[in-house]
């Protein structure tokens, strides 16, 4: 996907995955990490996500990655945290105190250069990558985290009722993506459309989110 693509979402201020929220499925399903306060939580194409800052106020240290310049300001902003900034070979780096965010390309990101997260956080990274994607996305997360334990979060629905982003992920996706190197445990399926109107209008009749455990 053209990164030019999203540069125009924030710049145009369409967010509609962004959250007001902290999500819930994070909040429900967390402890199934079992990580220790000081431990290093990864978050792929993380936006200014509320659920960073809730990462950080639960003890961890966060090391995320992000295309938008404007989306990692707006983070550090809403955090009260001027960041300091330095260059690393795909864009720079925001840093203040746990929190560090790689702005730039993902897939430049090395893993001398986040070191070894002891788990990955994945709400709308795998969904926002169309299939053709995906599974170069998969491979090089491996990589970078050393196939860290994961907690993901995908949407299912019918693709031919709606042109991605958020793109559908179904269970057998995420195994045949990382069933290879995982035990994937599904934590919970549950029906959503109800509480999205704006999916209802772009046409959905069903729309399922999914949490999965990845260890």
């Known amino acids: 996907m053209n990164p030019e693509f999203w540069h125009q979402k924030w710049h145009n201020a369409e967010l509609g995955f962004h959250l007001l ?13 079992a990580l220790k306060a000081g431990q290093t939580v990864f978050v792929p194409l993380c936006g200014k996500t509320l659920d960073i800052g809730y990462l950080l106020e639960k003890g961890y240290r966060v090391i995320g990655a992000e295309l ?18 330095t260059p690393w070979q795909g864009g720079n780096r925001y840093q203040h105190g746990d929190l560090t965010i790689f702005q730039g390309d993902i897939f430049l990101l090395q893993p001398d250069d986040i070191g070894v997260p002891d788990a990955i956080y994945d709400r709308a990274a795998l ?15 491996l990589t970078l985290t050393d196939k860290a334990p994961q907690l993901l979060i995908t949407l299912e629905y019918d693709q031919q009722e709606m ?29 959503v459309l109800d509480h999205e109107p704006v999916f209802q209008e772009r046409g959905l009749t069903a729309l399922y989110e999914n949490a999965f455990l990845l260890g």
């Open 21 to 33: 929220q902290v999500h819930p499925l994070l909040q429900r399903h967390l402890g199934e990490l």
């Open 68 to 85: 938008s310049v404007k989306a990692v300001t707006e983070l550090f902003s809403s955090l009260n945290r001027p960041p300091v900034i």
């Open 127 to 141: 969904i926002a990558l169309p299939e053709a994607m995906r599974e170069r996305y998969a491979r090089h997360l």
């Open 163 to 191: 042109d991605g982003p958020p793109f559908s992920v179904a269970q057998e996706q995420v195994k045949s993506l990382y069933g290879s190197d995982y035990t994937i445990a599904s934590l919970s399926r549950k029906m």
